[in-house]
Nanobody
């Protein structure tokens, strides 16, 4: 599965962005998907996760109440809606497909296919 992330950009604090992740192959009802982010000088961190059916989502505490993950299996796509953005949300955002279920949903090692990343910059 190849992933293409898009939708990043420059936004003022308090603004919104919607990231998209489109898969080259069919992801319908097969793969859980996740979003991670990496800020300059920091390790990549978990942001959000959605199960294959879309029935269950997990959101990191740092963005809970502001970010929402969703998917459209008919379009082979997943989305990250980001509201009330803060300067500390500035990072490269990556989408990924979960290929292992030996660990927890927030672990990077569970995800075997990654998109190229899209830059999100929030100005104060």
């Amino acid at each position: 599965v190849q992933l293409q992330a898009s939708g990043g950009g420059l936004v003022q604090s308090g603004g919104s962005l919607r990231l998209s992740c489109v898969a080259s192959g069919s992801i319908s009802s097969i793969y859980d998907m996740g979003w991670f982010r990496q800020a300059p000088g920091k390790e990549r961190e978990f942001v959000a996760h959605i199960t294959a059916s879309g029935a269950t989502t997990y959101i990191a505490d740092s963005v809970k109440g502001r970010f929402t993950i969703s998917r459209d299996n008919a379009k082979n796509a997943a989305y990250l809606q980001m509201n009330s953005l803060k300067p500390e949300d500035t990072a490269v955002y990556y989408c990924a497909v979960r290929t292992s279920y030996s660990g927890r949903y927030y672990m990077m090692r569970e995800f075997g296919s990654w998109g190229q990343g899209t830059q999100v910059t929030v100005s104060s």
